[in-house]
T-cell receptor, first 115, second 111 residues
């Protein structure tokens, strides 16, 4: 069964550095998302992306964050200048008409540690 | 602020037991409802969508009460493999793809 994949599984970076988290959504899906989960807390929505543009974003998704679909398969989240509080698990998700447009399928996540 | 509230548990039940989870949501505009399960330090996995008429998938039954803004999940004949955190999830409104997650209810099924 097709799955969402994410790389790397764990990223350690220093405060102030830029990071790019990568995702390959399920191949025929058209809607893409990023969520994060700080350790011990609930999953929080960051952004949704459709037709090569952001469709919704949360208050967390400020100017330090950006998303891109650089080619037909990858979907990336960039954090320009990381802060300690950006340390979290970042999940990519996708949805499409094949399984119900609102049913989102999550990748295994990238654990980001900012030191 | 649009919230989803769940009993955090933990629920410790013996194998074979029936267990029920409840959830309330504050956003009356929510249109899509789900239960996800999350194993420790893993991604949320979609368990089932929840429909107004209620729906069943094997040992799992989900119910939705829009008037009370209440969602439930019933697991019958619990298995050890059902041990996980169960997340109640709703979207933020008509046409919205933004999901709001509850903090989850932890279930431990004991041999």
């Amino acid at each position: 069964e097709p799955e969402v994949t994410q790389t790397p599984s764990h990223q350690v970076t220093q405060m102030g550095q830029e990071v790019i988290l990568r995702c390959v959504p399920i191949s025929n899906h058209l809607y893409f998302y990023w969520y994060r989960q700080i350790l011990g807390q609930k999953v929080e929505f960051l952004v949704s992306f459709y037709n090569n543009e952001i469709s919704e974003k949360s208050e967390i998704f400020d100017d330090q964050f950006s998303v891109e679909r650089p080619d037909g398969s990858n979907f990336t989240l960039k954090i320009r200048s990381t802060k300690l509080e950006d340390s979290a698990m970042y999940f990519c998700a996708s949805s499409g008409k094949d399984r119900g447009i609102y049913e989102q399928y999550f990748g295994p996540g990238t654990r980001l540690t900012v030191t | 602020r649009k919230e989803v509230e769940q009993d955090p548990g933990p629920f410790n039940v013996p194998e074979g037991a029936t267990v029920a989870f409840n959830c309330t949501y504050s956003n009356s505009a929510s249109q899509s409802f789900f239960w996800y399960r999350q194993d420790c330090r893993k991604e949320p996995k979609l368990l089932m969508s929840v429909y107004s008429s209620g729906n069943e998938d094997g040992r799992f039954t989900a119910q939705l009460n829009r008037a009370s803004q209440y969602i439930s999940l019933l697991i019958r004949d619990s298995k050890l493999s059902d041990s996980a955190t169960y997340l109640c999830v709703v979207n933020t409104g008509a046409g919205s793809y933004q999901l709001t997650f509850g903090k989850g209810t932890k279930l431990s099924v004991i041999p």
